[in-house]
């Protein structure tokens, strides 16, 4: 079956810090990958997605690229800034499973000034 | 352009009382998605529902817990007979359900919190 992993928290930075949160996957399928962002109290919103190998997804100053050989998704931000606090889930979907998304664990950010 | 509505919010249950949560999806949506948070941990799904059918229910506990999405109004999770173990963020997802929906983003809403008491 699909999994996600992804590096555990909490992650602490300080302003302006580079940030990577490792994300890894099994799939049965060709799947499409993508991050969410989830603020205090909220739901989770998309902040970026590939859909096939070698595609980057970018948004917010934040990145990820697609690699089928590592079946890895991490997510990277050159510069953090305290509004970058959330917790952040990769998640996975592919055909076979329909639109149905399997998440990874979140990893909670927190950057301080 | 509303997204995906959640209600209630909050919701405090004693043991043994039953939950009602409902889920409006986006406009134009016609596939609803249950996850649910345990606190600390990643969203784990529940159950795929388009109007009138459940799709997939892989994720939904065997005991207590139901799912429907009728024709007309709201997606509705029920928990009947509530225990403690119940507490958790309910997220509702939607999306268009069209195409190559696989790799169309999920819509979620801001979810309903579950305090069994």
């Known amino acids: 079956g699909n999994s996600v992993t992804q590096m555990e928290g909490p992650v602490t930075l300080s302003e302006e810090a580079f940030l990577t949160i490792n994300c890894t996957y099994t799939?049965?399928?060709?799947?499409?990958l993508f991050w969410y962002v989830q603020y205090p109290g909220e739901g989770l919103q998309l902040l970026l997605k590939?859909?096939?190998?070698?595609d980057k997804g970018s948004n917010k100053g934040f990145e990820a690229t697609y690699r089928k050989e590592t079946t890895s998704f991490h997510l990277e931000k050159g510069s953090v800034q305290v509004s970058d606090s959330a917790v952040y889930f990769c998640?996975?979907?592919?055909?076979?499973?329909?639109?149905?998304?399997?998440f990874g664990g979140g990893t909670r950010v927190l950057v301080k000034p | 352009n509303a997204g995906v509505m959640q209600n209630p919010r909050h919701l405090v249950r004693r043991r043994g009382q039953e939950a009602r949560l409902r889920c409006s999806p986006m406009?134009?949506?016609?596939?609803v998605y249950w996850y649910r948070q345990l606190p600390e941990e990643g969203l784990k799904f529940m159950v795929y529902?388009?109007?009138?059918?459940?799709?997939?229910e892989s994720g939904m506990p065997k005991e207590r817990f139901s799912a429907e999405f009728p024709k007309e109004g709201p997606s509705i999770l029920r928990i009947q007979q509530v225990v403690r173990g119940d507490s958790a963020a309910y997220f509702c997802?939607?999306?268009?359900?069209?195409?190559?929906?696989?790799?169309?983003?999920?819509?979620f809403g801001n979810g309903t919190r579950l305090t069994v008491t």
């Open positions: 590939a859909t096939k190998a070698d």
């Open positions: 529902l388009q109007k009138e059918n459940i799709i997939d």
């Open positions: 406009k134009g949506h016609s596939h």
């Open positions: 998640a996975l979907s592919d055909q076979a499973a329909g639109n149905k998304l399997t």
């Open positions: 997802a939607s999306s268009p359900g069209t195409g190559s929906s696989y790799n169309s983003p999920l819509h």
């Open positions: 799939a049965t399928g060709y799947p499409s």
